[in-house]
């Protein structure tokens, strides 16, 4: 079935649809990972956007029961060059199409996808639809102009959980998949903000040795203190975190009272929470191929990234330092405090999917607690 894809400048890419029929709305933003679709279509942090992979097959590997990030698909459509239906891994259950077409999200497959993330790059990632009802290209391009702006949409509440729950499952190993750690083993507490937290971030912090609590994103700070927890994590999520203004208080509240860990858009909160200002990149970075320097250590890790907003490191003053720099775009990849246990980063070091080179952050975390236990 013939599909189109429109973005807000008036561009359109004819294709042909796989998943599911319709219409769908989002921005646009291209994923440079050549592995790993299923965990990107499963970060919540994707909620209202449109992805585009630059890698040219996708859907070779299928769709398996254990590479989940979350309870579902949060993005909005999928744009790929070349779709292979027939699939082949040992683990895999179903293809992608279903996958799509069971969870409700479009796909456009024989997209020019390079000339697609070329226009991205160089104008900016922004709004597009895709449809195989409206094939009208002057009217699907207006739908595109009336969607409005990432900038300034809370899309965190609408993705967390409702309550709080308990998490002790640790890292996938190749003989036993997903192990259940007895929570006496683990001697760090944790209470986890969930804003859209990636699954994969749960199981290497009780990898790293700690008893997770996940909590709602509004759940109060004076209630997360009182659970006396050892350290305090920061999840990553979609949307804009400026108009967080509420979490952005109780992120406040637990500043000097606990060691802190955020990552991507707890990064950018904590960011927040300190007196700085975050800001809209023109494309942002999505992918697990990009370079980033740890300046305590000054080594380089090639890391796991998906976001379109970063911390302004001018407005933090000095409430905080640069803690990594992206390698690629010299934004910045990470904070940490001056004088207290605090540090945070834009990238993703649970990767899924991704290189394995930050999985340390979970250490110096745990590190941290124990130093100020
Ligand atoms: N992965 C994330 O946490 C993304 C953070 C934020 N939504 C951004 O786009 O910058």
Redesign the pocket.
Known sequence: MKALLALADGRIFEGKSFGAGGEARGEVVFNTAMTGYQEVLT?P?YKGQMVTMTYTQIGNTGINAEDIESRGLFLSGFIVREYQECYSNWRACMSLDSYLKENGVIGIQGIDTRALTRHLRDKGAQNGIISTIDLDRESLVAKARAIPS?AGLD??TGVSCDKPYHWTEGLWDLKDGYPQVDPVTLKYKVVAYD??IKYNILRCLVDAGCDVTVVPASFPAEEALAMNPDGVFL???????EPLVAVQEEIRKMIGRKPIFG??????LLGLALGGK?MK?PF?NHGSNLPVMDMATRKVEITS??????VDLDSLGDAACLGHENLNDQTVEGISHCTLPIFSV?H?PEASPGPHDSHYLFGRFVEMMERNR
């Not at 999840?235 to 975190?241: E, R, Y």
């Not at 990552?263 to 950018?268: D, N, R, T, V, Y």
């Open positions: 970060d942090s990432m899309l965190a804003f859209g999840s990553n999520g979609p949307g804009d975190p990552i991507c858009l707890g990064h950018q975050t990149l942002g990234q998906n976001h379109g907003f970063a834009q993703h």
